[in-house]
C-alpha cells in the first residue's frame, strides 16, 4: 500500500526526489565555492567585469543552495550539509588557483552543463511523482541557466 508525505507525496517518489535534489546541492555548494575563487583570483584587462559578474554568479548559487535544501526539508528529509558528503556526491570538481578569465568561464560553463543535466533528471523523477513544486523550481533554474550558457559562451566567442 502506498504511503504518503506531509504534502500528498508516494513516500518512496519523494525519497528518490531527495536523494537527487541532495545530489544537486553537492553540485552547487561546489559550483559556488569554485565561483568565489574565479571572483576573488581573476586578473587581466577583464578584471573588473568578470570580479562583478562573478559575484553575481556566486550570490545567485548562494540562494539557490538555500532553496533546493529546503525543498529536501519540505519533501520530508534532511539536506548535507558537510563538505565530506558534497565531495562524495558531486560531479563538479574543485578548481583551484584559476586566474584567467577564458578558463573560468569555461569551467563556469562545464558546471551549468552538469547542472542542467540534473536539473533535467530531477524534471522527470517530478513528473513521476506528481511534485509541482519540485518541477517548477527545476524548470525554472533551467530556462534562467540556458539563457547563461548562451551569454558565457558568447564571452568566449562561441
Ligand atoms: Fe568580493
Do not use: C
Amino acid at each position: 500500500m502506498t504511503s504518503y508525505n506531509a504534502i500528498g507525496l508516494d513516500q518512496q517518489k519523494a525519497g528518490e526526489l531527495a536523494q537527487k535534489l541532495n545530489k544537486l546541492l553537492a553540485n552547487y555548494a561546489l559550483f559556488y565555492q569554485n565561483t568565489r575563487g574565479y571572483h576573488w583570483n581573476i586578473k587581466g584587462d577583464k578584471f573588473f567585469e568578470l570580479h562583478l559578474k562573478f559575484e553575481e554568479l556566486y550570490n545567485d548559487l548562494f540562494l539557490k543552495i538555500d532553496e533546493v535544501a529546503e525543498r529536501i526539508l519540505t519533501l520530508g528529509h534532511s539536506p548535507n550539509h558537510n563538505f565530506s558528503s558534497y565531495m562524495k556526491e558531486t560531479e563538479i570538481g574543485e578548481s583551484i588557483q584559476v586566474t584567467e578569465g577564458p578558463k573560468a568561464v569555461a569551467d563556469i560553463l562545464n558546471a551549468f552543463k552538469i547542472i542542467i543535466k540534473l536539473q533535467r533528471e530531477l524534471l522527470l523523477l517530478s513528473e513521476a511523482a506528481g511534485d509541482e513544486g519540485t518541477n517548477s523550481l527545476m524548470s525554472n533554474y533551467i530556462s534562467a541557466q540556458e539563457k547563461s550558457v548562451w551569454m558565457y559562451s558568447a564571452f568566449l566567442g562561441k
